[in-house]
Antibody, heavy 126, light 108 residues
Framework: QVQLQESGPGLVKPSGTLSLTCTVS??????????WGWIRQAPGKGLEWIGS???????FYSSPLKNRATISVDTSKNQFSLNLSSVTAADTAVYFC??????????????????WGQGALVTVSS | EIVLTQSPGTLSLSPGEGATLSCRAS???????LAWYQQKPGQAPRLLIY???SGARGIPDRFSGRGSGTDFTLTISRLEPEDFAVYYC?????????FGQGTRLDIK
């Protein structure tokens, strides 16, 4: 059974960098043709895709966050990570990592998410 | 960017009843690439349906999806107590992918 688990600080200061890691078990990131994604959910709000990465390191980001988000992958540890810089209170959210089934649509990669981590609440506050 | 509008915002029903949730897209979704998720409080979303009508692994057959173009529905044939949750649609027919705002299914 595929399992994902987010880890990282639950509190980040404004203007700092949010860093989260997703550890995957039950499958190997480097041996399967899935993308791996980050999605967030502000308190009481809906879901927002942040970005996704392939085991090769090829990553794609949502337009609103592409200048602040960096996703990386470490296949030796079966992990992928999210860094989000220059955070503000608006970045307070539960951050989910997930496995993504993907397709190539109009020359770009699109996804839906079949396995999710339980989520990690990150609060941005001084 | 394709905007997904879900209706109703809240649906109040009793166990045993049937539920129909709607997801309307601002433009046609290519290849009917639409997914549905269920989210319970404090939990991650769970994939129910992909490709508008294909059931994800382990999902009870009382959940079904249909639709094409801009109009999609999720139907729950006989509500069980554990089905009361928030439901989201998500398209992956083009980049960027987007989610609907959700429909809350409450116990009446």
């Amino acid at each position: 059974q595929v399992q994902l688990q987010e880890s990282g600080p639950g509190l980040v200061k404004p203007s700092g960098t949010l860093s989260l890691t997703c550890t995957v078990s039950g499958t190997s990131i480097g041996r399967t043709s899935f993308y791996w994604g980050w999605i967030r959910q502000a308190p009481g709000k809906g879901l927002e895709w942040i970005g996704s990465i392939y085991y090769s390191g090829s990553a794609f980001y949502s337009s609103p966050l592409k200048n602040r988000a960096t996703i990386s992958v470490d296949t030796s540890k079966n992990q992928f990570s999210l860094n989000l810089s220059s955070v503000t209170a608006a970045d307070t959210a539960v951050y989910f990592c997930a496995r993504a089934e993907w397709a190539r649509q109009f020359g770009e990669i699109t996804y839906y998410f079949d396995f999710w981590g339980q989520g990690a609440l990150v609060t941005v506050s001084s | 960017e394709i905007v997904l509008t879900q209706s109703p915002g809240t649906l109040s029903l009793s166990p045993g009843e049937g539920a129909t949730l709607s997801c309307r897209a601002s433009q046609s979704i290519d290849r009917n690439f639409l997914a549905w998720y269920q989210q319970k409080p404090g939990q991650a979303p769970r994939l129910l349906i992909y490709g508008a009508s294909s059931g994800a692994r382990g999902i009870p057959d009382r959940f079904s999806g249909r639709g094409s173009g801009t109009d999609f529905t999720l139907t729950i044939s006989r509500l069980e107590p554990e089905d009361f949750a928030v439901y989201y649609c998500q398209h992956y027919g083009a980049s960027p992918i987007t989610f609907g705002q959700g429909t809350r299914l409450d116990i009446k």
